[in-house]
Structures are given as C-alpha cells and as structure tokens.
C-alpha cells in the first residue's frame, strides 16, 4: 500500500550543520495498517512523515503508494491521497471559520477551486451526523467559530476533517502531544473508532511507549534516521515497555533519551 524504498534526506547539505535525518529509510505499510512510530528526539519521525506528505523533496529514493510513484509530487497534488493530523491543534482548522466552513473545505478537498454553490442541507446533515460520533455535542454548534473550541475540540474536529473524504494514508503526527491526559485518551478512542470503521491505513507518530505497544497492529523504532526495529504480531502482543527499550540499546549501540517518554 504505502511503500518508501532507501529514502534519503539530508539538510543544510555542505555546511557545519549538514544532518542526515532519513538514511536510507525503507518501510512498507499494508493496508489498513496502523502503524506506530516511536524514537528520541532527532531520530526522524517527523521528517518521514513530511517526505511522505511532500513537504520536502527528497534527496534520493521513492514513495509510492498504491503503486502510484508521488516521490516528485507537491503537497498539493498528494491531497486526494494523505491526510495528516498535527501535534498543534491550531493547525488543522481555520479559527476564524465557523465548524461547518472548516468542514466543507475537508469535504471538497482534491475537487478544484472552481466557484461552488452554499452549504446545502444535504451536507449540512452529513456534517451533523458525523459531528454526533464524536460525542462533543459539536453537531448543535455548526454555526460557531471554530476559535471558540478547546483544544480537545478542534483536535477532533481536525481528526474528522483528516477522514471526512477516506484518504488513503492517514499520518498523526503525535496529534494527542499537546492535550492533557484525559482529552488525549479520548482523541485516540476517536482515532480508533475512525480507523477501525474505515478500514485506515494508519502511520502514527507517538513519544509515549505504553500507546506505542497498545494501539494499532505494528511499532517500528528510528534512530539516526533509520527504521530500527519492526515490531509485530505475536512478538508485539508479548512486548513490554522494558523489554522494548533493551532492544533499542542492543539495535542501536546506545541509550534512549526518554526524557518525553511516557514509560506508563
């Protein structure tokens, strides 16, 4: 489904900052995945997300997905295809658009921007059906500035926008980081709900280790640029947080810095 084949990025190329952040990194996702991606800081988490998204052009390699080589593709064009989920839930929504503007917009992404017509009833329905799944009584405020929601709010809102049209990638990027612990746990049952009902092939960047070995069906580790450690089946389902970090070491020659990870 997803397939990155020895992708290579190097920043600040040639000068005392030159850093390689993807060595040669080759991951294949199947579909309907849900991948969870874990590493200390610096190990290029984000950066592969943004070469999948488009962000950056690589330096060498390639990205396909479907079979559909995107490696040389802008963001832009790769939209009808990702989905993405920020770690800022400032990001994902236009604050000064109300709830049901925002969602239009995810609606109708990847039909051009030609002239179209109001929010319909029709759409307006579709909108309030969906907003009630969430269980935030968000389907009674479609009228409302999206400024005015929590942080919890508009991060499932964002999530809901990021699936509204099925993307065939859907990448969080560490997208519960900056909630507190009690709306983090209910965005990720979200996340489950939305990825289980459409069938999501899911990559998910995480620094807290417990929902790194308990959500999805697959961890891999990076460090230094590099995929690690590919953990799944049997061997996921018996793995301890423990157990985990005594491979990182025995892998990767070094300690973990887990100064942002959540052990439990």
């Known amino acids: 489904m997803l397939n990155v084949h020895e992708v290579l990025k190097t920043f600040n190329r040639g000068t005392v900052n030159e850093k390689i952040a ?20 610096g190990a290029g988490k984000s950066t592969l997300l943004n070469a999948i998204a488009g962000n950056f052009m690589v330096d060498s390699g390639e990205i396909s997905i479907e079979g559909i080589p995107i490696t040389r593709l802008p963001a832009h064009k790769r939209a009808d295809l990702i989905s993405r989920v920020f770690q800022d839930p400032l990001s994902g929504t236009a604050a000064s658009m109300t709830i049901e503007e925002n969602l239009i917009m995810a609606f109708r992404r990847g039909k051009g921007r030609r002239l179209r017509r109001a929010i319909g009833p029709k759409e307006r329905d579709l909108f309030r059906i969906e907003l009630e799944k969430l269980g935030l009584g968000l389907e009674n405020r479609l009228t409302n500035k999206v400024s005015l929601l929590s942080g919890g709010q508009r991060q499932a809102l964002t999530l809901l926008m990021a699936t509204l049209q099925k993307p065939k990638l859907l990448l969080l990027d560490e997208h519960t980081a900056a909630l507190d612990p009690k709306t983090a746990e209910k965005v990720l049952e979200l996340t489950c709900g939305v990825t289980e009902q459409q069938q999501l092939t899911t990559l998910m960047i995480t620094h807290n280790l417990d929902h790194a070995l308990t959500f999805g069906n697959r961890t891999i580790m990076m460090h230094e640029g590099r995929v690690i450690l590919d953990i799944k089946g049997i ?4 793995m301890t947080i423990s157990r985990l970090l005594e491979m990182f070491e025995k892998a990767s020659g070094s300690h973990m810095n887990t100064d942002r990870m959540i052990l439990a």
């Open 235 to 238: 061997e996921r389902n018996n």
């Open 22 to 41: 993807l060595n040669k990194v080759s991951l294949e996702l199947l579909p309907n995945d849900f991948v969870t991606v874990i590493g200390s800081n």
